[in-house]
T-cell receptor, first 112, second 112 residues
Framework: GQQLNQSPQSMFIQEGEDVSMNCTSS?????WLWYKQEPGEGPVLLIA?????ELTSNGRLTAQFGITRKDSFLNISASIPSDVGIYFCAGLSGNAGNMLTFGGGTRLMVKP | DTAVSQTPKYLVTQMGNDKSIKCEQN?????MYWYKQDSKKFLKIMFS???????INETVPNRFSPKSPDKAHLNLHINSLELGDSAVYFCASSLRVTGELFFGEGSRLTVL
């Protein structure tokens, strides 16, 4: 089946630092989504990407749909303590019953 | 108003029991899902319903039976609970099969 490799698995950074994480696949995706999950909550959609090469921002978050359609990147600038959580990438290929495939998550910890 | 709501939020029960988790969405979406999140936070799809009809049924034991009385509701019934069923179960919905998912807050099931 399709798999998404998300890295890094975890990050422990200082408040104010920028953060980068990425997701790669051996398959092509038509849509990339980035979610954030806080403790005790469900994943919340942050950014949706629909076109190869697309760069989209949401506040301090910026995500890019890789030109090969096999990867995506999420950057967080000037991190703050409330950025703590698990960030998931998810891809939709249009195959496999249009099932959304999730990466394994990047656990972000921010030290004030 | 909560968009995707699921009850109960916590469920502790003994092995062998039968339990249900309910989910309702008020977003007017056509498609609803059940995901299982294990202790390593990996999100795995279990079922997907579109307009009350089952469209995805991943390799889930037949002790798990979803029921969709209408397109705003998707309930999950689990028979003969086992220790390995302990996890957080998330309900989600999307406007269409290929759309972005909106998640509920999760139901943490603990089987003793």
């Amino acid at each position: 089946g399709q798999q998404l490799n998300q890295s890094p698995q975890s990050m422990f950074i200082q408040e104010g630092e920028d953060v980068s994480m990425n997701c790669t696949s051996s398959s092509i995706f038509n849509t990339w989504l980035w979610y954030k999950q806080e403790p005790g909550e469900g994943p919340v959609l942050l950014i949706a990407l629909y076109k190869a090469g697309e760069l989209t921002s949401n506040g301090r978050l910026t995500a890019q749909f890789g030109i090969t359609r096999k990867d995506s990147f999420l950057n967080i600038s000037a991190s703050i303590p409330s950025d703590v959580g698990i960030y998931f990438c998810a891809g939709l290929s249009g195959n496999a019953g249009n099932m959304l495939t999730f990466g394994g998550g990047t656990r972000l910890m921010v030290k004030p | 108003d909560t968009a995707v709501s699921q009850t109960p939020k916590y469920l502790v029960t003994q092995m062998g029991n039968d339990k249900s988790i309910k989910c309702e969405q008020n977003l007017g979406h056509d498609t609803m899902y059940w995901y299982k999140q294990d202790s390593k936070k990996f999100l795995k799809i279990m079922f997907s319903y579109n307009n009350k009809e089952l469209i995805i049924n991943e390799t889930v034991p037949n002790r798990f039976s979803p029921k969709s009385p209408d397109k705003a509701h998707l309930n999950l019934h689990i028979n003969s609970l086992e220790l390995g069923d302990s996890a957080v179960y998330f309900c989600a919905s999307s406007l269409r099969v290929t759309g972005e998912l909106f998640f509920g807050e999760g139901s943490r099931l603990t089987v003793l």
